[in-house]
């Protein structure tokens, strides 16, 4: 009888040490180690996946000798998702998607399993039964031949049905729900996920089969979070956004494949997710009246720009210390505006509360959209409402400048394209632009006050 072995794990990064210690020296977190039991069993009575691989050798080849195939990448039939992953799924690439519970994670992966009739694609669930991905496929109106279920939790028997179905891609759900025989503690714990994930990845690397792995972040750190995969995989995915908002962001957080500045937006609605291949639309909230404390910003998020409508209001502090809010939005950066506002353009603001809103739910990082923010708050607190027609892009400086910002063109054409007139940039935006070719006009300006005296005269 071979000898227990334990090891303690840190249930937040993974870091792993003999001992138990209360802080991980790794991530710096208290009272994170956890003890269990990693055991290896006897050599082949392994998980299964030896017979899959074992059938390719690889030996060392020079690099300028290594073939690429043609079609490198594998459309998804899915728009959003081959933007985000840099052109589609590389053959042999593991993904991971992570997100929040009930935010839609397996509601996108079946969704891309049903429409991608033209492999064989095996989905692999642990969490739910048939009947439920049936139902769930059955909402989603859609049904595919060649999209196979399986519900099964141990790596071993996945691995068995793979090598009679022989499928074209797999998808995991979820990786905290896979076990491995070759591990002894329990499933979800660290040592499972890593080793379920490292076979997985094995396989995916051995015979160039595209494999999604769905996990879970969970807030309480009972369950290890997908964290301690990231770096084993080709691409971590985020699927974020609100519960209770319609729109939901994926955006790639690591791509060895691709950029990792890319978006996927998508609306989930009755009957699954839909894609949303022009955002402005949806950022942009429909309202007939002219409003104040409303001002639309032209940003850039990846490569594609879209406009974005924030929000302010500004009204008396009802108590003593005035309210401070964004949504979507830096905080921090907010007080360093409103600080710039009380300073350049004498906007008393000290005993006032300001809230901010990023309109569809979206977090905005693109430093063009200050002015607008600015813009929005000054609107709201003299009470005149902005010109719908117009929009902004610009960086606001500590001292009121207003500072250019990048692919200015770019902002300056979807602006155009949905048909605002006047658009606000920068002075120091204007060199190199033709401003009598666009059919948009271009207002650059140099300080707050220029801006103020335009819109508010
Ligand atoms: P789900 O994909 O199960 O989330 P996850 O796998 O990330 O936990 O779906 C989450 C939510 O989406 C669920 O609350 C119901 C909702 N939903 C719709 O609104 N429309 C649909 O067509 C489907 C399938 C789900
Ligand atoms: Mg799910």
Redesign the pocket.
């Known amino acids: 009888m071979s000898k227990i072995k334990t090891i303690f794990f840190c249930q937040n990064c993974g870091a792993q040490s003999s001992k138990w210690i209360g802080k991980c020296p790794s991530c710096n977190e208290w009272n994170t180690y956890v003890e269990e039991v990693v055991q290896k069993n006897s050599a082949s009575s392994g998980s299964g996946l030896e017979k899959l691989t074992a059938k390719r050798i690889n030996k060392p080849h020079r690099i300028d000798e290594i073939t690429l195939s043609e079609d490198q990448r594998i459309d998804t039939n899915n728009n959003e998702l081959n933007r985000v992953l840099g052109g589609g799924m590389v053959p042999g690439s593991i993904i991971l998607i992570g ?10 992966m ?1 969704q891309v399993a049903l429409k991608l009739n033209k492999l064989k694609i095996l989905y692999i669930s642990g969490e739910e039964s048939e009947q439920q991905i049936r139902m ?1 496929a059955e ?2 109106g859609m049904t595919n031949t060649n999209c196979f279920i399986l519900t099964e939790n141990s790596t071993q028997n996945i691995f068995t049905h793979i090598e009679s179905l022989e499928p074209n891609m797999v998808i995991v ?2 990786i905290q729900t896979l076990n491995t025989a070759v591990i002894e503690s329990s499933t979800g714990s660290v040592s499972q996920i890593r080793e379920c994930a490292s076979e997985m990845n094995r396989y995916a690397k051995e015979t160039g089969v595209p494999v999604f792995l ?1 996990g ?1 972040i969970t807030k309480d750190g009972s369950i290890a979070g997908p964290k301690v995969l990231e770096h084993m995989v080709d691409t971590v995915l985020q ?1 974020e956004g609100d ?1 209770n908002h319609g729109y939901r962001i994926l955006r790639a957080a690591k791509n060895r494949f691709g950029s990792t500045s890319e978006l996927g937006i998508y609306e ?6 839909r894609e949303v291949s022009n955002p402005s639309e949806i950022l942009l909230s429909q309202h007939d009246e002219n409003l104040s404390g409303v001002a639309i910003a032209s940003t850039i998020e990846g490569l594609r720009p879209m406009l974005i409508e924030t929000q302010a209001l500004v009204s008396s502090a009802a108590y003593g210390t005035p309210q401070r809010s964004a949504t979507g939005f830096d905080l921090r950066r907010l007080g360093m505006l409103l600080a710039v506002l009380e300073k350049r353009c004498g906007f008393r603001l000290g005993a006032k509360d300001v809230f901010l809103n990023i309109a569809g739910g979206i977090k905005v990082d693109d430093p063009a959209i200050d002015l607008a923010v600015v813009t929005a708050v000054l609107s709201s607190g003299e009470d005149i409402p902005i010109d719908p027609k117009i929009c902004f892009s610009a960086e606001v400086g500590l001292s009121g400048e207003i500072r250019p910002v990048n692919r200015i063109d770019q902002r300056i054409t979807e602006a155009e394209k949905l048909g605002f007139e006047k658009i606000i940039i920068s002075k120091y935006n204007q060199k190199g632009l033709d401003l009598s070719k666009s059919g948009i006009q271009i207002v650059p300006v140099k300080k707050i006050e220029d801006v103020f005296s335009f819109l508010f005269g």
């Open positions: 997100g929040e519970p009930g935010i839609g994670k397996s509601t996108l079946l769930r909402r989603i759900d979820s769905i879970h699927f519960r989930m609605q009755n009957s699954g997710l």
